[in-house]
């Protein structure tokens, strides 16, 4: 299951917001640039509306810069964090766990010594497998699970990808979109009980070192999950 955010101070958000800004100007290169535009625009359309119209437009003017830049924050935030997850062992497993909603993740619940892995989802949209790796290897490890699989979940919709930029796989950046626009099949009744006869039937193995480098992450607070 996606995990809850912790509480956090005003200041300790500041510093998460500073740490994003830090991170997403180091991954794209127009990230200040639009920063500036979100500032910079907004601010002469409120000193117009201030010389025109009275005072009573700062405080909305304030507040509209404010929202544009954090709406460019959280757009290029999310971009540098996929385009620095690509290729990235367990990045896919990473972004589904910070995604927003009811997602059962298991990471690597199939693997190889190479760093190949397959990873179980549970959600709204019925059971999903994401395998990450050489493609010829991982599709070999879809089958084994989807066989594996087949026996327990009865009529639940079964969904798998593999995460490349290859013909028939899906990049990692379209990952969230593609999830989020699956059909609702399940209850959350359903999710549930599916979840726990998956736990029975699925062992959690350790999941491979080095999933994504600390640098390559943004903080808690924007990981993330905000693709809706």
Do not use: C
Request: glycine letters at 8%; aromatic letters at 6%; zero cysteines.
């Amino acid at each position: 299951m996606a995990k809850p955010q912790e509480k956090v101070s005003f200041g300790q958000r500041l510093k998460q917001i500073g740490m994003v800004f830090q991170f997403t100007a180091k991954q794209d290169r127009w990230f200040a640039p639009l920063v500036a535009a979100a500032v910079l625009i907004p601010l002469a359309l409120t000193v117009v509306a201030v010389i025109f119209w009275g005072w009573i437009w700062l405080p909305l003017g304030i507040l509209f810069i404010l929202l544009a830049v954090l709406i460019v924050l959280n757009l290029r935030s999310n971009k540098a964090m996929m385009n620095a997850a690509e290729g990235q062992p367990g990045a896919a497993a990473q972004i589904m766990e910070n995604m927003r909603g009811d997602w059962r993740v298991t990471p690597a619940v199939s693997s190889t010594t190479q760093m190949d892995m397959v990873h179980l989802v549970i959600g709204r949209p019925g059971v999903i497998l994401l395998a990450e790796g050489n493609p010829q290897r991982v599709r070999g490890l879809l089958g084994q699970e989807k066989r594996r699989l087949s026996k327990v979940i009865g009529s639940a919709p079964l969904h798998d990808y593999v995460i490349g930029q290859e013909e028939g796989e899906l990049p990692i950046r379209k990952l969230r979109t593609t999830l989020l626009r699956l059909p609702r099949a399940l209850s959350g009744k359903d999710v549930n009980s599916l979840d726990k006869r998956l736990k029975a039937l699925t062992a959690r193995p350790q999941m491979p070192k080095g999933a994504i480098p600390k640098n390559m992450r943004p903080p808690g607070a924007f990981r993330q999950s905000r693709g809706r």
